[in-house]
């Protein structure tokens, strides 16, 4: 549960409820809280930040999948814990926008904290379509394998 974990892809709008949490938890967790290393502290951080009272074991049930229906409250507290629009929890019709943008704040966050190299992100841009697309399949195998290894 840290953010050293790799950027992985967002969640597409069909991904179950403990995919899109796993993915907030790994890659929008807030550059002002301590990364959670248990789910005692991700539930002590959503409930001191946003007053909700979220108990590990209801993370515990959305990180497992566990608990695919939670109360309109604790989505809400994860919304705004994590600053995501509350339809990013649901199949809406924006879900995908939504899934769009998250992904790109997360990308700006590693290009910040340098875990990903900007000059790397030009060199790609710059790259022929067909070189590129070869590029894009590296690397959706290369998250597959380590979603495999870390899962």
Same mark, same amino acid.
């Given at each position: ?59 515990? %049930? *959305?990180?497992? +999948? ?5 109360? &309109? @409250?604790?989505?809400?507290? !994860? ?30 966050? %590693? *290009?910040?904290? +340098? ?5 790397? &992100? @030009?060199?790609?841009?710059? !790259? ?24």
């Amino acid at each position: 549960m840290s953010q050293d974990t790799a950027t992985s892809q967002a969640p597409t709008p069909s991904a179950s409820l403990a995919d899109k949490v796993e993915w907030l938890i790994n890659n929008m967790w807030p550059a002002d809280a301590p990364p959670p290393k248990t789910n005692i502290e991700a539930a002590a951080a959503i409930t001191a930040a946003t007053g909700e009272d979220i108990s590990s074991t209801t993370v515990w %049930k *959305l990180r497992t +999948g566990r608990q695919d229906n939670p109360q &309109l @409250r604790t989505l809400t507290a !994860l919304a705004r814990f994590f600053g995501v629009p509350l339809g990013y929890f649901g199949p809406t019709t924006e879900s995908r926008q939504i899934e769009n943008d998250l992904t790109l704040q997360a990308l700006r966050r %590693k *290009l910040d904290d +340098g875990t990903i190299r900007p000059e790397v &992100l @030009r060199a790609f841009i710059d !790259l022929p379509t067909d070189i590129r697309w070869l590029v894009d399949e590296m690397v959706i195998s290369a998250a597959n394998a380590a979603q495999t290894r870390l899962g």
